[in-house]
């Protein structure tokens, strides 16, 4: 697919990163636009999840530029992408459970100061009525679904341009799910760019606009969400062999 070089908000140019010794991210490239879903697709240990953590900070690129909106920022703090307007939601549960809803909410705004955190809660909170219902209860006692949706919500706080998203269906209803993709897909479409990991591939896809299958680290497909839902081989995008199972069209 021909992208316009305006319309590039994440572009990763010949990435190499990984622990210590052992690098996941091989080379990798890639690009994904401004206010649209991108879903990284591929096995265990492909590199899904080590992408979103290089493009946080939480880990250094050996090699290669990971730019933002044509700014390299591979490398730096996460306070200083924060502020470039990248928020993280990472795999499982990360709430403290013996605070209240609201007091996660605040903690999630310590980089704006309480004024602006306070003003910015309740027009967060409309996106999830069932969390709004529970303001005064302790985090610990939502539901999973509830979790996850304050969690989002935290990230919301900041405005951010950018989400990254971590298999955000882990432990939730198919119900839950749908609602979780529903808000990304509304936040996409007022003009959040949102790079998730997913591994609920099929319901990913839907509200999707592109697929990049990785394999070692390396991208090995990227094609429009739509094309590939029709795919017969859509299964095996995501175990495995994705350059065995359709060109990589728009590479």
Not at 70 to 76: C, E, F, L, N
Not at 116 to 142: G, Q, W, Y
Not at 215 to 220: A, M
């Amino acid at each position: 697919m021909s992208q316009n070089h305006a319309d590039i908000c994440i572009e990763f140019d010949d990435v190499v990163a990984g622990y210590k010794d052992f690098m996941i991210l091989n080379n990798l490239s890639f690009k994904a636009r401004r206010g649209s879903i991108t879903l990284l697709l591929g096995p265990n240990g492909a590199g899904k999840s080590t992408a979103l953590k290089t493009l946080f900070g939480l880990l250094k690129p050996r090699q290669g530029r990971i730019l933002l909106d044509g700014v390299d920022v591979g490398g730096a703090s996460q306070k200083a992408l924060l502020a470039h307007g990248i928020a993280f939601v990472p795999q499982g549960r990360n709430l403290f459970g013996q605070l209240t809803v609201y007091e996660n909410l605040e903690l999630g705004g310590i980089t704006l100061g309480m004024k602006t955190t306070h003003e910015r809660i309740p027009e967060v909170l409309e996106f999830f009525p069932r969390v709004k219902e529970r303001m005064n209860s302790l985090a610990s006692s939502l539901s999973g679904g509830e979790q996850k949706q304050l969690e989002i919500g935290r990230a919301l706080l900041l405005r951010p341009k950018v989400i990254l998203i971590d298999e955000p269906s882990i432990g939730l209803s198919p119900i839950v799910v749908q609602d979780v993709f529903k808000l990304l897909r509304k936040l996409a479409d007022q003009g959040t760019t949102v790079l998730m990991v997913e591994q609920n591939v099929k319901s990913a896809l839907k509200i999707s606009d592109e697929a990049i299958a990785l394999e070692s680290g390396r991208l090995v497909l990227q094609r429009p969400a739509s094309e590939l839902l029709d795919d017969p081989h859509i299964e095996r995008l995501f175990l495995g062999g994705a350059h065995q199972a359709a060109p990589a069209a728009g590479v």
